[in-house]
């Protein structure tokens, strides 16, 4: 049996940030860095995004993440929720996560 392609792989991700916003350089890093994650997740609170990725995609986010902040100023931290997200993550109160993989019903 053939091994699976090296981007095949997919990984649920935890992303936070914390970005300085006491300049107005702060401010736009902030947008700029939430603007990333809206591309690879959905933010379930104000600086935290879920992503599901594959490899390729992971090393982007990484790159692109490393770009935008200020590395003296600000935080990013990516944790990997091994065994998925539903295996790590527990909910209480209001839950904004939409699971993407499930069929939309319109």
């Known amino acids: 049996m053939p091994s699976p392609a090296p ?3 997919r ?3 935890l992303v936070t940030y914390d970005v ?3 300049t107005q350089a702060g401010r736009r890093r902030l947008r ?3 603007r990333i994650c809206e591309g690879y997740g959905q933010r379930v609170q104000l600086s ?3 992503c599901r990725v594959n490899q390729e995609q992971l090393e982007a986010l990484q790159h692109r993440l490393q770009e935008a902040m200020h590395e003296k100023e600000d935080s990013v931290r990516i944790y ?3 065994g998925g997200r539903d295996a790590c ?3 209480y109160g209001r839950d904004v996560y939409r699971n993407f993989d499930e069929p939309l019903i319109l």
């Open 48 to 50: 935290v995004f879920e």
């Open 7 to 9: 981007f095949a792989r």
């Open 80 to 82: 990997v929720l091994t």
């Open 32 to 34: 700029r860095v939430a």
């Open 89 to 91: 993550v527990s909910t």
């Open 20 to 22: 300085d916003t006491t």
């Open 11 to 13: 990984y649920d991700l």
